[in-house]
Every structure is written in C-alpha cells, then in structure tokens.
C-alpha cells in the first residue's frame, strides 16, 4: 500500500524541457501556494508518430532508402508526356501496395504502443495495493513499526530480492497521519541523475526550535516502478516523469534495420549504376543525335525494370512468413515476433548480451555445503546435522555435556555455534502474511508470540541470505521475529531465544563483507558475527590451512561461498568500540574512512566457523545452450547489476566460462593511470575471460575506450558486474560502433529494455520480473534454452532464404532488362518498351510469383542438422549467401539467358515482331519456372504447388491476350518446339554447372546431410 503527500516545488532552477538542464529542487510538504513551477508529466510514451506526423514520419522511413526512392522518382517521370514508357498503373499500382501495406503494419503497431501507454497512464495512484511506484520519492511515513519496509526493484535493476527502506525518522515519529501535513518542512533533493544506487538531499522541519535537519540517503528513496511489499508508506514526490530514475535510464526505440536490407540497398544502388551506364552506352551508339538528353531519361526508366519493384513486396512477405513459422514452431512454444521487419538478423549475430537474474538463473538459491575444516555437511548429510542440534541445543547444559562423548560434544557445540552465528549474521526479516490487520497495517509478531510455520515467508536484500536462513530453520533453528534493535529465534525445543541488536554493518562492494554485534538477553554476551567473501575474510580470521583449498573446489561446482567468523567481545570492549564508532559517524571530513577504520579494529584474529555453499538455481538447459552458442562462434557477455563476486559465480556454473579457463578480475580503478596499468596487465594474458564492475568499465570507456573494446572482444567471454541500465545499452553500442558484427540483448526485467532496443536484434524473455522486456522486444521467449532454436534453426532459414528470395527477385529484373537491351541495340536503339501494359504486370505476379516466393519454405539443412552441427552458423556470420559475388553470378546467369531468349527469338526464328515477343516471352516464363527449381535445395509439396500452378495460370492466360499474341500461331508445333529449344539452352548450361560443383566442390551443409 502506498499513499502520496500533497506536493510542491520550490525550484532552484527546476526544467520541464528536455534541453534545459536538469537541477536541484526544494519540494515543500502540504504547501502548493509556494509551488511557482509544474513538474514534467508523469507519464510514459512509447509512440513513435501523433496524428499529424504519422503519414510524413512513415514516409520518411520508407524513402530515406533509395530503392523505394528510386521508384518513385521512376513512377513521377510517366507523368511527364515525354517520358512516358507504359501506362501509368504498372509504375503507381506496385509503388501504392508497398506504401499502404507499410502504412498499416506501422498504423496497427501505434495504435497498440498507444493502447499500452494509456493502460498505464491512465492508472490511478492516490493509493494503491501491491502497485508500482509511480514517481520518485522520499519515504516519510509507514505502518510497520520498525519504521521501514522492503521494496522489490526487479523493473529497475534486475534483481528480485527485497531491499530495505527507513522513513525519516522525523516524520515517522509524528503522532498521528494528519500531522505530517500540518508541519512546516521540505525536502532539498539533488539534480536527477542516472544512478540508481545512490542519492543526497536533506530534510528540514522549521517550525521546531531549534530545526530539525536530517540527511537524506539511498535508503530513505522510492524509486518509481519499484514494488513496496510491507505495510502501507506516506512519501513525497521529488522527481515525476521523464526525471525518474527508471525513465532516465530507459533508451528510446529506434527503428532497426536489418543488416540483409542494407545489403540489398547497396546493390540496388550498384544496379542503378548500371542502369545509367547501359543508358549512356545506348545514348552513344545513337551518336547523340537529337534530344538525347530526352532519350538518356526515356532509357533510364526503360531499364528501371533492373531495379524491380516487387523485391521489397517479396522480402516483407517473406519476413512476415519467417515470423509465423517462428510462432508456430512447437519446439519453442510461447514464443512471439514482435517485430517482423528483421528475422534474418537472427541467423548474422556474433555477440550475445544476455542478463544474468532470471535469464541464465531462476534467482532461487538452495543452501548445498556446509564446512567446518574438518567435516563437510551437504544436502544428503543435513539429518545429521539436524540431529546435532537437538543434541545441543540452545544451551547446551553441563548435565548432558558430560554425559555425551567427547567427540559428539565437540561436533555438536562447533555445529551449533556455525548454525548460530548464519541464523543471525544477515539481514532477514520474517514476514507473516495472515497477521495483517486492517486497512492493509500488519500487526507486529510480538503481540501474542505465535510464531506459525504455515504463513512465514522470508524478505531480505540478497536471496543469499534468504537460503542460508531457510536452512537454519530446515536444521531446527528458526528466525521467527526480527525489528530495529533485536531478533528472535526458535529452538527445536520451542525455546525463544532473544538477541538484541547492538550494531550492524551493512555488506558493501568494496568491503565484501558483512558484520552483526548482538547480545544475548539470557546470558548477557556480547558477540561480533562477520561473514563474507573468502578474499576479504582470509586476513580477518585466525590462522588455518584449509579455508582457501576448499573455497576453491566449491567455487569449482559453481557455488557461492561465504566464510563465517566471529568475536566474543567484554562489555569494557565493546563501550571502547562504541564511543570511538560513534564519534567516527560525526565526522565531517572523511568520515566513510574513519568509520571503515573503526570497524576494521573489530575484524582481527576472528574464529573462523565455517564456509557456506549456496548454489544459485540455473534456468534448464543453460549450460547446453550456451555450449550450443559458443560452438556456434558467438561470443557471449553476461552483463549484471548483481556483484562481482555473484557474477563470476554464475559464470562458473552456467560454463560461461569453461572450467578450465582462466579468469581476469579487473581490479576497481578510478583514475587513468590505475586504468592503464590495469590494462596492461589484462593485455599480457591470453584466451582469458575478463570480469569487471560498472565503476571500472566507466573509467576505462573515458580513456581508452579503443583499446579496452579491442582487448575484450577478443576474450572468449566477458562479465560486466554491477552495470546500471544505461551502461548495459551502452556496451551494446560500443560493439555496433567498433565492430562490424551484429549484436543481440536477451533479458527478462525492465532494466534490460534499454540494451535490448539498442541491439541488433533485441529478444525478451517472460519471466518472474514481469513483461516488460518482452513487451519491448523483437522477440520473446518463454525461456532461455529457446534462443538455440531460434537462432540455429529460424535464423539460418530467414537469412538463407531472404538471400535466395532477394537475388531471385533481382534476377528477375535484370533478365527482363537484359532482353530489353538487345531487342533496342537490334532496332537501332530505339527506346520503345519490348512488353508492354498487362505482360509487365503478369511476369512479376501471377505468372512468376507464387514459385518464386515458395522460397521461403526451401532449406538446405533439416532442424535437427543444424543443432546438431551448430559450427554450420559460423558461415552465415561471413555474410557468403548475400554477398557481391553471389549478385555478380546471378548477373551474369541473368545477361547470358537473357541474351539467348532475346536473340533465340530474333535471329534464329521469327521476323515478325508479334511472333518474337511470343516466343521470347513464354520462353522466360519457362525459364523463371525452371530457375527457380534450380535453385530450390529442399522441395517442398507447396513448391510444386506453385510451379504447376503458374504454368496454368499463364496457359489459360494466352487465350485471351489476342492484343500481344497471334492465337493461330502459339497453337502450332513450330511455336512450341522453338520455346522448348530456346529454353533448354538458356537452362540446360546451368544444370550442368550446378551438378559439376556440388559434385567436386559440394558446399558443407551437403556434406553433413550426406
């Protein structure tokens, strides 16, 4: 529950507009007189185009190509009496059905982002249950007694642990509700900025004498999109629409391109040229004569068939095909295109960005390994332990130690004491659902002390913490209340243990490590629990000989470790410790230093206890997956918001990094010449995987982005570690930028929408943390293991068959352009059209269209094939199916059988002009047919289909094109034989060369299949 305080502002230079800059601001509680500036709208847009700039933005998309540019320069020019080639309706008709089809794809995508953004704009927020935050916010108030509650921050960092927040204690001290808006105070808040993690400001109450000042810090914040899971909280507004955190580290969508269309646009803009120089050469060898200026244009839109129309209808038919075979495949069900403009871009990836929570981990971690040096427990050992501490108990008594053996005693009292010191070293709250009381307030646990097992869940920052503390209770040694100032456990006797709470030191990235200082209600003892990393703990603890071996075999099957010391501390020493820690906390200057000092008196000569094993549970099949990746030639960079120590756990156990491999830790820098000598280092090692933080790779990007890019793509893999939203899209673009290879963002929370719009080919996956990636996504799977298919199977058949269906469809063109070459260069160059009218429009639709795009159904390796061998996608990177040497074969095939049916029909045959656009022409229908069987490497009965069915379909036709044929002689056998003739020699030639090749020189994919 979460209710919003009347609000103001009184700006120091507060903007509304996205070029001013962005400033401090005082915002005044209950006050909106003193309020002289609106805050920017708290309100999100994901629409693209308005009203009255769709039609000219959608234009603008389409023309700033210049092959639909190029048609319509072609399609303008027949307006001109002059130029006029044909009639009017073979240029405008195919131009206006790819304009009105782009239009209503575009149209039917607005239209649902707009549904979508008035859904959530349109949302009240005065108070709302289990909702998202819908602003930035100092939390002021809460039911909970503790004065704080937990929020979850999957939407803003990726992570589905609870994070603690405190109210200020001013306002929480307030007697009443109505109280808080009838004090005179304000809140001063730093400018907006990027960083989710931290935050200054101050708060001030003025009618108190003297004032109340109280600084203000990330744990006093609420953030908007995150969750609030306790209680009911008051806070007050400080930052709203696009000045939140969330929105601040949210990229726009941009329009992508896939890199087969750029392709294709440079050579559409190779054929042009061409076009041009065939127009000059004919201009020429008519000498110039007369208005050849005139005649250059009439040429020019002569041959624009070169440059046919009908390939962008094709691709994008062809794109929306790959995209309904995607959604229909029953081995990745759930699976959704949301973007149909590029699956080919699936089959040409090289990097893989991919999240770490909830995307390569379920973030549900099992407690699996607990070592005391000389005895290790694991999952199938916890009856043992369990039994241990029965034995013991709370306190073991004098009576039962003397009576028990003294090797079951010393066990016992080291096992108790481990398990004692995990179920009180962290910060756990546990939380009772049923015990709400009314209008959503949750009674505290100590009203009645009924601790129930059945309704118990747990809340904390880490989940790590949650595991270790679940596995104290599977032991017998339940945490069952915990506030502010003490904790409470239960023994498996039921005995109600108290500790109250004398100090506690939060876990840091720099400090890798986290500490308690409770004392025990029934004894009186003062203890100082720590526990962390194994690289922060090793020079806390006492001496041993066995802590850094077994930390690496358990960091070798993939757990995250955690050592477990303590310190019993005399009342005299803890008072020392207190005054100086305290005193330390009022320091103006450099206070983080001295109180870190003071803290690090505390953490000499500790008893170690134990070593923890947590294993973070792996999404299924992850491994296999991205073995299947790594095969494949992808390379693959985990990037995360969790800690370094996390990240490089998880990279272990998914065999991100193999095991084998080593792995370079860049240490934290925070200057050029820290960055540099760390570099340096980094460059002397080889097929090494690289790990670094947020922090360091900012550092690095300002001064030596070139070099750092460089060396960490040539690592097999990399882990970025507490990476903010903005940096995790920025590292996308870094590979766009310095690499020419196509990239790809997979993730399953809103902090990974920024990386995967920036991507090449974004793909979300629907997952704990809600939609919103998918949502914004190309693509979306329902889980990890998919992108295998996705990529090896339904990304080398949209690639492969976009490429044959392009060079197709321009072959087409050019072959039609070649025979209009020679029938002028034979009738003196005259720049008179060889078809005319309804014989232009048939050849590129009924009569050549269905075979042609049947295609898209055509395969040269089965599914199974391509999983099997995923070494066969490493040459679809190169780019070989599309490239200018595939286009200048197809444009010679197109010149030499263009060239034969031209002259076949002229010279050898006919006289007579009727009789040669007969012959010549269905020759070229026979010809298409039969190329595109040649070109067909899987059959498909919907091929055969199509061919059979366009050969009927121009058979029928002839009886009723009396304009451009001679019915008396199409019928006779000299008209048929002269056809087949001219045909076998236009295609017999390249059956020939098509078998020699794959018989000498068989391509791989052939190979495998055989």
């Not at 929105?247 to 294709?264: F, H, I, M, P, R």
């Not at 040409?348 to 960005?353: A, C, E, I, M, S």
């Not at 996608?873 to 190169?878: Q, R």
Request: aromatic fraction near 10%.
């Amino acid at each position: 529950n979460l209710q919003l305080s009347h609000y103001c502002c009184d700006c120091l230079a507060h903007t509304c507009r996205r070029k001013k800059e962005l400033k401090a601001r005082t915002v005044w509680l209950g006050c909106p007189e003193k309020c002289e500036e609106k805050y920017p709208r708290n309100a999100i847009k994901n629409q693209k185009y308005n009203i009255f700039t769709f039609v000219p933005g959608v234009l603008y998309q389409q023309f700033k190509f210049f092959l639909n540019l190029y048609f319509l320069v072609v399609a303008c020019s027949q307006f001109v009496p002059s130029l006029k080639i044909g009639y009017l309706y073979t240029y405008w008709a195919p131009l206006g059905f790819v304009l009105a089809v782009t239009m209503v794809r575009e149209a039917v995508d607005e239209v649902r982002r707009y549904q979508r953004d008035k859904e959530m704009n349109s949302q009240l927020y005065s108070k709302l249950t289990n909702q998202r935050i819908p602003a930035d916010m100092i939390f002021l108030r809460t039911t909970e007694k503790n004065g704080a509650c937990f929020i979850r921050t999957d939407q803003l960092d990726g992570e589905t642990d609870w994070k603690l927040k405190v109210a200020v204690s001013c306002t929480q001290r307030l007697p009443a509700l109505g109280d808080l808006f009838s004090i005179s105070a304000y809140v001063y808040a730093q400018k907006p900025q990027l960083d989710i993690h931290s935050f200054e400001g101050n708060f001030t109450r003025e009618d108190t004498d003297p004032q109340i000042h109280e600084s203000l810090s990330i744990e006093n914040t609420l953030w908007a999109s995150t969750v609030v899971a306790s209680g009911t909280v008051i806070g007050v507004v400080i930052y709203t629409g696009k000045e939140t955190r969330s929105v601040l580290n949210t990229s726009y969508a941009k329009n992508k391109v896939g890199l087969l269309d750029l392709e294709l646009n440079r050579l559409t803009k190779a054929l042009f040229l061409a076009q041009v120089v065939l127009s000059i050469v004919m201009v020429a060898l008519q000498g110039f004569v007369g208005p050849w200026f005139r005649n250059l244009f009439r040429f020019v839109v002569l041959f624009s068939y070169i440059i046919p129309i009908s390939l962008r209808v094709n691709l994008d038919m062809g794109k929306s095909a790959y995209g309904w075979m995607i959604m229909k495949d029953e081995n990745i069900p759930g699976t959704v295109v949301r973007t149909s403009t590029i699956p080919e871009e699936l089959g040409r990836l090289v990097y893989l960005l991919t999240d770490k929570t909830g995307t390569l981990t379920q973030n549900e971690m099992i407690f699996k390994r607990l070592h005391l040096g000389t005895v290790s427990y694991g999952t199938d050992t916890m009856d043992e332990i369990q039994s241990h501490i029965v034995h013991s108990g709370a306190t073991p008594s004098r009576k039962s130690q003397a009576a028990a053996p003294k090797v079951r005693k010393s066990v016992s009292s080291r096992i108790h004491e481990a398990v004692k010191a995990i179920a009180l070293c962290h910060n756990v709250t546990p939380v009772y659902e049923s015990r709400a009381g009314v209008n959503g307030e949750t009674e505290s646990a100590e009203a009645d002390q009924d601790f129930s097992d059945d309704n118990r869940t747990y809340q904390a920052s880490s989940p790590d913490e949650v595991a270790l503390v679940r596995w104290t209770e599977s032991v017998g040694l339940t945490l069952v209340n915990r506030d502010l100032t003490s904790l409470q456990l239960k023994t498996p006797s039921g005995q109600i243990l108290t500790f109250y709470i004398l100090q506690i030191f939060p876990f840091t990235s720099e400090s890798k490590r986290m500490g308690i200082i409770v004392r025990e209600e029934s004894t009186g003892d003062i203890t100082f629990y720590m526990k962390g990393a194994d690289v922060a703990m090793a020079s806390i603890v006492q001496y041993n000989d066995w802590l850094e071996e077994e930390c690496g075999n358990m960091a070798r099957e993939g757990l995250r470790t955690l050592v477990v010391a303590k310190k019993s501390l005399s009342e005299e020493q803890y008072q020392d410790f207190e005054n100086r820690y305290n005193q330390a906390k009022l320091s103006i200057h450099d206070r983080a230093l001295k109180v870190a000092a003071v803290v690090e008196s505390l953490e000499r000569e500790m008893e170690l206890l134990c070593l923890t094993g947590v294993e973070d549970q792996l999404q299924a099949d992850v491994r296999p997956t991205l073995e299947l990746l790594r095969n494949a030639g992808i390379k693959i960079w985990m990037l995360t918001g969790d800690k370094l120590e996390t990240a490089t756990c998880i990279a272990k156990s998914s065999h991100l990094v193999s095991r084998n491999q080593d792995i370079h830790v860049f240490r934290p820098v925070s200057n050029r010449g820290e960055a540099h000598l760390e570099l340096n280092a980094f460059r002397r090692k080889h097929d090494c995987a690289l790990v670094i933080s947020g922090d360091s790779l900012e550092v690095c990007l300002r001064y030596y982005e070139h070099e750092f890019v460089e060396l960490a793509c040539q690592c097999p893999a990399v882990v970025c570690c507490r990476c903010s939203p903005t940096q995790k899209a920025q590292i996308v673009r870094l590979l766009q930028q310095h690499t020419a290879n196509r990239t790809c963002a997979i993730g399953d929370g809103g902090n990974d929408v920024s990386m995967i719009q920036a991507a090449d080919c974004g793909i979300g996956i629907e997952g704990k943390e809600g939609k919103q990636a998918s949502l914004a996504a190309d693509f979306s799977i329902t889980q990890f293991k998919h992108i295998g298919r996705l990529l090896m199977v339904h990304g080398r058949n949209s690639y492969k068959r976009s490429a044959a269906l392009g060079q197709f469809v321009m072959h087409r063109g050019m072959i039609i352009s070649t025979m209009q070459a020679v029938f002028s260069s034979i009738f003196y160059f005259a720049s008179v059209p060889l078809y005319q009218g309804f014989l232009m429009v048939g050849y590129a639709t009924i009569y050549t269209m269905f075979p042609v795009f049947s295609l898209v159904l055509d395969q040269d390796v089965k599914p199974e094939m391509a999983l099997l061998y995923p070494e066969l996608y490493k040459d679809l990177t190169k780019g070989r199916s599309l490239s200018f040497k595939t286009f200048l074969i197809w444009v010679l095939v197109s010149v030499y059988q263009g060239g034969i049916l031209m002259y076949g029909a002229l010279v050898l045959f006919e006289s007579e002009f009727v009789h040669v656009v007969a012959i010549s022409f269905t020759a070229l229908i026979l010809t298409e047919l039969l190329m595109v069987a040649l070109t067909i490497r899987t059959w498909h009965w919907l091929m055969v289909v199509a061919e059979f069915f366009s050969l009927g379909c121009y058979v029928a036709s002839l009886a009723f094109l009396n304009e451009y044929f001679d019915l008396s002689f199409i019928t006779t056998r000299a008209f048929l034989w002269k056809v087949c003739a001219i045909t076998l020699v236009s295609c017999l030639p390249l059956y020939i060369i098509k078998y020699l090749k794959r018989k000498f020189s068989p391509p791989s994919y052939s190979k495998l299949s055989s």
